[in-house]
């Protein structure tokens, strides 16, 4: 099997399993309980807590550790809109993932907040003199991812940013897709808040983590006991924050740059083969400003989950229709409509998305012949 869906999940790596272990067996203190068991737990949560800080470039108290993206998202976009005493809006764009789109959407139904949702190009890039006219002084919070989990795009979120603190709005942005794949770094980037998630770095599914700069105010969602410093209460999971941490640092070392370069060459050659051989098909997304190991890609006239089911059963290869989030859903993609391609053609997306340059290694040739195959049978 070769696995094209990196951006869906990714397996646990060998060295995450192996420092969690300790933490899910003979270490299984509660961090709160004071004996040595608390003890070695509190040292590790905050040995973990120091490493995702030292990759981001922050401070280990601007980390707080969430079940995941998801809840990342929702911390950020709740959290950071209910703590502030000023305006009533939010900018977002078209293309965010569901995470953020209905956290949007929940402090307007039942908050009174007013949601602008920025559109994007063709080639999925927000577009940024509507961001200038959208972002006002009553603008509270501006929340706009920095890669898409779809298309692969890369978001000006720097620029975005600084138009944002210029009138005093918060900036989140959702890098779930962006860390590993890209150096993220959020004092660089301007932001106020960054999520992250662990099951697309080789952590487990359920791990992840909002960086939140210091100062910043944050309505919790959970309240109980009070742990992560009153912004997210509940025992903290140990093991996952360790092998969260753990998976960020190998994902995110200067060893990887060369890595990185290799994986967005190879994932560049597939799509050159792809469309030589299928001259109608078409790259989503920006064809530059886009995350190393992303292809999106239509076919126009083909069922794409005729071909997802070929290239499986036919030639091994696993990918993706789309997000796994939308998983189940028999309507179009958003995201590709929003970037202006109709319902027809939206419905043939496949989406490839590798971890390394060797997963790439004769899949362009497969693919064409899983959509040559699946077109010869359509008649």
Not at 159 to 179: F, K, N, S
Not at 266 to 277: K, P, Q, S
Not at 298 to 319: K, M, N, Q, R, W
Request: aromatic letters at 4%; glycine letters at 10%.
């Amino acid at each position: 099997m070769r696995f094209l869906d990196a951006a869906a999940t990714t397996p646990v790596r060998r060295e995450v399993l192996e420092a969690m272990w300790p933490y899910l067996t003979g270490e299984f203190g509660n961090p709160s309980s004071h004996h040595h068991l608390g003890d070695a737990a509190s040292r590790a949560l905050a040995a973990a807590r120091t490493e995702v800080a030292d990759a981001l470039g922050g401070r280990p108290v601007e980390v707080v550790f969430t079940a995941g993206g998801t809840e990342a998202d929702n911390l950020a976009v709740k959290g950071l809109a209910l703590a502030r005493p000023r305006g009533r809006r939010i900018v977002t764009s078209v293309v965010e993932h569901p995470a953020v789109l209905e956290a949007c959407d929940y402090l307007e139904r039942f908050h009174g907040f007013t949601v602008h949702r920025l559109g994007v190009g063709s080639d999925g890039v927000v577009d940024l003199a509507e961001a200038e006219d959208a972002i006002d002084e009553d603008t509270t919070l501006v929340s706009v991812m920095l890669a898409n989990n779809e298309i692969g795009t890369v978001q000006p979120v720097g620029e975005i940013a600084a138009i944002a603190h210029r009138v005093g709005a918060l900036v989140h942005t959702d890098a779930v897709q962006a860390v590993g794949a890209m150096p993220v770094h959020p004092a660089a980037l301007g932001v106020d808040a960054l999520s992250l998630s662990g099951h697309k770095l080789g952590a487990p599914k359920g791990s992840g983590a909002l960086w939140l700069r210091r100062g910043a105010a944050l309505e919790p969602l959970v309240h109980g006991g009070g742990q992560e410093r009153g912004r997210r209460s509940g025992t903290e999971n140990v093991a996952a924050a360790v092998g969260l941490a753990t998976a960020v640092r190998l994902a995110t070392g200067p060893e990887r740059e060369a890595e990185r370069t290799a994986l967005a060459d190879a994932r560049d050659a597939f799509v050159r083969e792809v469309l030589a051989g299928l001259p109608e098909a078409l790259l989503t997304g920006h064809p530059v400003r886009r995350v190393p190991g992303h292809a999106s890609l239509c076919f126009p006239g083909t069922s794409g989950e005729a071909v997802l089911l070929a290239l499986e059963h036919d030639h091994g290869i696993v990918c993706s229709s789309g997000s796994a989030c939308a998983a189940g859903s028999d309507d179009p993609s958003d995201v590709l409509r929003a970037i202006g391609l109709d319902r027809e053609v939206a419905q043939t997306a496949v989406r490839f998305t590798a971890r390394s340059a060797e997963d790439f290694d004769g899949a362009a040739a497969d693919v064409v012949h899983a959509v040559t195959t699946v077109r010869s049978l359509a008649g």
